[in-house]
Nanobody, 126 residues
């Protein structure tokens, strides 16, 4: 079964940190760009970050620049999202998605991704 699975969400206080993980099964991430999206209640799904298949290029939403870091370990078939200085407005369900794109392309639109995880809840609250 081809799928990606997220983990690492939870409840954290403002200013705290979390690391989300995304593991692929049934396929290898070597040729896949991977994106993280999030969706808060009543809001549309938004792109948070993306990393190209080679890991050579990373893209971040303005709202998370300087606070979040995406990384990729092709040997472990995993992608990580390190989230620091978390704010209440970061509260959302976070999704990992993999898209069969090469040539340094990071898809900005959800419909450009092939596989989606079930999501992991991140809650930032005191």
């Amino acid at each position: 079964q081809l799928q990606v699975v997220e983990s690492g969400g939870g409840l954290v206080q403002p200013g705290g940190s979390l690391r989300l993980s995304c593991v692929a099964s049934g396929f290898t991430l070597d040729n896949y760009a991977v994106g993280w999206f999030r969706q808060a209640p009543g809001k549309e799904r938004e792109g948070v970050s993306c990393i190209t298949s080679s890991g050579g290029r990373r893209v971040y939403a303005d709202s998370v620049k300087g606070r979040f870091t995406i990384s990729k370990d092709n040997a472990k078939n995993m992608v990580y999202l390190e989230m620091n200085s978390l704010k209440p407005e970061d509260t959302a369900v976070y999704y990992c998605a993999a898209g069969d794109w090469g040539f340094g392309y990071c898809p900005p639109r959800p419909e450009e991704y092939d596989y989606w995880g079930q999501g992991t809840q991140v809650t930032v609250s005191s």
